[in-house]
T-cell receptor, first 117, second 112 residues
Framework: DGGITQSPKYLFRKEGQNVTLSCEQN?????MYWYRQDPGQGLRLIYYSQIVNDFQKGDIAEGYSVSREKKESFPLTVTSAQKNPTAFYLC????????????????FGDGTRLSIL | GQQVMQIPQYQHVQEGEDFTTYCNSSTTLSNIQWYKQRPGGHPVFLIQ?????EVKKQKRLTFQFGEAKKNSSLHITATQTTDVGTYFC????????????FGQGTILTVHP
């Protein structure tokens, strides 16, 4: 059954600690994305990757880092530099988009809720 | 960066009433997508509109893309309790390939 798996579902971070959120997809999608969602707000893009070993900053990349060593995996690290990390984090994937301004439907995982202890 | 504005932020309706949410951009959009997020869930892709003036229907849902490709709407006829959730529009995020900019979303509550 194809899809996107995010883990853990809930995560608690202590002060000064880095935490890593996992995102794995078996849809054979080239592109992957990380979004942050705060209560009552839309989705804000943190990082995205169009291809393995390449990624770009989104609109709110400060305090976050990513890697894309495998096509299936796009982990997100929330560093201690991110002073307000409490949010709902969503990972998504889509087919590749080789044409500028074009978009493919994005498929989302179930998300990770991160809170500060 | 490019912004997509969505209104209203909240909408409360009685079951059976109609519902509409609107999405506006200051720049021309090459395409627009709509997503639904149930409470506690994740966004699910509903549809993509590409052509000027395009109208697409999915059962009780009607999606429109403006003639100038700067606005879009989602209309639900005779709402049901299963329609509750947040509806988002999303447009291309500037020049970046595949990047989406999401609207703030409209939270729909349906009272039985």
């Amino acid at each position: 059954d194809g899809g996107i798996t995010q883990s853990p579902k809930y995560l608690f971070r202590k002060e000064g600690q880095n935490v890593t959120l996992s995102c794995e997809q078996n849809l054979n999608h080239d592109a992957m994305y990380w979004y942050r969602q705060d209560p009552g707000q839309g989705l804000r893009l943190i990082y995205y990757s169009q291809i393995v070993n390449d990624f770009q900053k989104g609109d709110i990349a400060e305090g976050y880092s990513v890697s894309r060593e495998k096509k299936e995996s796009f982990p997100l690290t929330v560093t201690s530099a991110q002073k307000n990390p409490t949010a709902f984090y969503l990972c998504a994937s889509s087919m590749g988009t080789p044409v500028k301004y074009s978009n493919q439907p994005q498929h989302f995982g179930d998300g990770t809720r991160l809170s500060i202890l | 960066g490019q912004q997509v504005m969505q209104i209203p932020q909240y909408q409360h309706v009685q079951e059976g009433e109609d519902f509409t949410t609107y999405c506006n951009s200051s720049t021309t959009l090459s395409n627009i997508q709509w997503y639904k997020q149930r409470p506690g869930g994740h966004p699910v892709f509903l549809i993509q509109l590409v052509k000027s003036g395009e109208v697409k229907k999915q059962k009780r849902l009607t999606f429109q893309f403006g003639e100038a490709k700067k606005n879009s709407s989602l209309h639900i006829t005779a709402t049901q309790t299963t329609d509750v959730g947040t509806y988002f529009c999303a447009g291309p995020g500037g020049t970046s390939y595949g990047k989406l900019t999401f609207g703030q979303g409209t939270i729909l509550t349906v009272h039985p």
